[in-house]
């Protein structure tokens, strides 16, 4: 079974420019989810989707972070304009909707923002 | 609200030591818990799992038991090796499917 793939891997910016990271679920998974994983940190939900649809937002950064999963499958997250404490690892997770199921995780994409 | 507290890191062992993480947890409603491990460079791995109350998630050596009396989940192993150096994660997903982690331990095994 193929893994939650993400790309790119690692990604370096200047400060205020644009960037946007891709995810590809496990398929059949209906839930996806984006963490930030700063240096150090755990993980923290930016979003969570079921299907195409948000369950959970809260903690996104709407005024420059957006994120849309179109057709339920493929994810992207964009951030723009970046800020230097944007440097993070931002992690895709999926997870099926049978009860008692964990998260898969893909590697994460580094991004630094000078 | 739903919280996970693990102690800090880095825990430097030697080989075949005994290894306890501590996790405690605050939740609403009966969460299920999880501990994942993170090598370098990589993406988390689930390493175990528990799903209710004294249930106890167990492999590759590592076991954890869901204690609700003491709303803890602590990672044992009873002899590390080098390869277990790595940072291990204690999380929990609620009620709504949400996954809250708690800052992660490093562990350093020298041989």
């Known amino acids: 079974e193929a893994g939650v793939a993400q790309s790119p891997r690692y990604k370096i910016i200047e400060k205020r420019q644009s960037v946007a990271f891709w995810c590809n679920p496990i398929?059949?998974?209906?839930?996806l989810y984006w963490y930030q994983q700063i240096l150090g940190q755990g993980p923290k939900l930016l979003i969570q989707?079921?299907?195409?649809?948000?369950?959970?937002d809260s903690q996104l950064p709407k005024d420059r972070f957006s994120a849309e999963r179109l057709k339920g499958v493929d994810s992207t997250l964009k951030i723009q304009p970046a800020k230097l404490e944007d440097s993070a690892v931002y992690l895709c997770?999926?997870?099926?909707?049978?009860?008692?199921?964990?998260?898969?995780f893909g590697q994460g994409t580094r991004l630094t923002v000078v | 609200g739903n919280s996970v507290t693990q102690m800090e890191g880095p825990v430097t062992l030697s080989e075949e030591a005994f290894l306890t993480i501590n996790c405690t947890y605050t939740?609403?409603?009966?969460?299920?818990l999880f501990w994942y491990v993170q090598y370098p460079g990589e993406g988390l791995q689930l390493l175990l799992k528990?799903?209710?109350?004294?249930d106890k998630g167990s492999n590759k050596g590592f076991e954890a038991t869901y204690r609700k009396e003491t709303t803890s989940f602590h990672l044992e192993k009873g002899s590390v090796q080098v390869s277990d150096s790595a940072v291990y994660f204690c999380a929990l997903r609620n009620n709504f499917n949400k996954f809250y982690f708690g800052s992660g331990t490093k562990l350093n095994v020298k041989p």
């Open positions: 997770a999926s997870r099926s909707i049978s009860k008692d199921t964990e998260a898969f």
């Open positions: 989707f079921q299907n195409n649809g948000v369950v959970d």
């Open positions: 398929s059949g998974h209906a839930t």
């Open positions: 528990a799903t209710k109350a004294d």
């Open positions: 939740a609403t409603g009966y969460p299920s």
